[in-house]
C-alpha cells in the first residue's frame, strides 16, 4: 500500500480515485507524518453459500501443489459440509 500525504489527496483527489478504480490500487493517507486514513476499492464479501462456487471457479493446480488441494478440499468440507466439493474439485484440477 501506498502512502500519501492527506495535502496531495486533496489537490489530485480525482487521480487518485482513478487510480483506486483502474487498477485497485490502495493508498495510506497521512497526516503530520501519521497514518489517518485508507483510500482503496470497495470490497465486496462473499456469501457463504458461494463458496463452493467461488471454489470451482479456481484454476488447476499444478502436480507439486496437489497436497495443498486435499487441505483445502478439506477446509472447504468442514465449512460448507451440505456442499458437494468432491465433483467440482475434481474437474478443476
Same mark, same amino acid.
Given at each position: 500500500?501506498?502512502?500519501?500525504?492527506?495535502?496531495?489527496?486533496?489537490?489530485?483527489?480525482?487521480?487518485?480515485?482513478?487510480?483506486?478504480?483502474?487498477? =485497485?490500487?490502495?493508498? %495510506?493517507?497521512? @497526516?503530520?507524518?501519521?497514518?489517518? *486514513?485508507? &483510500? =482503496?476499492?470497495?470490497? %465486496?464479501?462473499? @456469501?457463504?453459500?458461494?463458496?463452493? *462456487?467461488? &471454489?470451482?471457479?479456481?484454476?488447476?493446480l499444478t502436480p507439486a501443489a496437489e497436497p495443498f488441494g486435499g487441505d483445502a478440499?478439506?477446509?472447504?468440507?468442514?465449512?460448507?459440509?451440505?456442499?458437494?466439493?468432491?465433483?467440482?474439485?475434481?474437474?478443476?484440477?
Open positions: 500500500m501506498t502512502t500519501v500525504t492527506m495535502v496531495d489527496v486533496a489537490r489530485h483527489f480525482a487521480e487518485y480515485v482513478d487510480l483506486v478504480v483502474s487498477r =485497485g490500487e490502495r493508498f %495510506t493517507l497521512t @497526516r503530520d507524518g501519521r497514518p489517518v *486514513a485508507e &483510500l =482503496g476499492p470497495v470490497l %465486496t464479501p462473499v @456469501r457463504l453459500e458461494d463458496l463452493p *462456487a467461488f &471454489l470451482a471457479s479456481l484454476p488447476c478440499d478439506e477446509v472447504a468440507s468442514k465449512l460448507c459440509p451440505d456442499a458437494d466439493f468432491a465433483g467440482a474439485a475434481e474437474g478443476s484440477r
